[in-house]
């Protein structure tokens, strides 16, 4: 049964002004091992609505809900309140996420461009983190491989302002059970099979709303 919610667009913080992204000189991983790893990630008899072997809140399952009229279909939308993130679809409804979003002051409100996807990232702590929490990210100045444990997880939809890469990710992660909380050091966090689901239906140059923390979208019943 189609859960009928609604939300309301409240007005966000807009940022103007991003360089190419790094390039990588290897070709690894390759798609069979990209193929394997998705196959360790996913469940058995993965089912996007219902499968929970994370033990989430229920409320942080995927679910269509209603959308207010006016949404741009392909955009996507993060409650940073509810810990939401919606997906606009063309038929009047939106495919919502539970996700984690930055702790503290680090989760970053404003409107962005999604101007590169990845499936299997590479990635790299940037300088602040490493001195903010060297004990944590100083090991993997130089970049960590792709793979489960990386700390993007399977896919990762990278945000721009402009020709501007901002840094902020909304990636897999894996630490699923942090699903619900303000955990990351900025980014958007989302159970890794959920991603890779929203993944592909993700257009380059679709805009993302990152709202602040402070306000959530209205949503009502």
């Not at 929490?133 to 945000?159: D, Q």
């Not at 966090?189 to 993944?199: A, D, S």
């Amino acid at each position: 049964m189609l859960a009928r919610r609604h939300f309301i667009v409240t007005a966000a913080a807009l940022f103007s002004a991003p360089v190419s992204a790094p390039l990588y000189a290897s070709e690894w991983p390759d798609e069979a091992q990209k193929a394997a790893w998705d196959a360790e990630v996913t469940p058995p008899f993965f089912d996007l609505k219902t499968s929970n072997p994370w033990d989430l809140n229920q409320r942080f399952l995927p679910v269509l809900v209603e959308a207010n009229d006016g949404l741009v279909p392909g955009d996507i939308h993060v409650d940073a309140v509810a810990r939401y993130l919606y997906h606009i679809k063309d038929n009047g409804l939106a495919m919502r996420y539970g996700v984690a979003i930055g702790r503290g002051g680090l989760y970053e409100p404003g409107t962005y461009t999604i101007r590169r996807k990845v499936r299997w990232p590479h990635w790299t702590p940037t300088q602040s983190m490493i001195e903010r929490e060297p004990e944590i990210y100083a090991k993997f100045a130089g970049g960590m491989e792709p793979g489960p444990s990386n700390a993007l997880g399977s896919r990762a939809l990278y945000l721009y302002v402009g020709d501007r890469d901002t840094y902020l990710r909304i990636h897999g992660t894996p630490y699923p059970r942090s699903i619900g909380t303000r955990a990351s050091s900025g980014c958007v966090r989302m159970v890794m099979p959920h991603i890779n689901e929203l993944y592909d239906q993700v257009e380059l140059e679709a805009t993302a709303v990152l709202y602040p923390a402070e306000e959530s979208l209205g949503a009502v019943s």
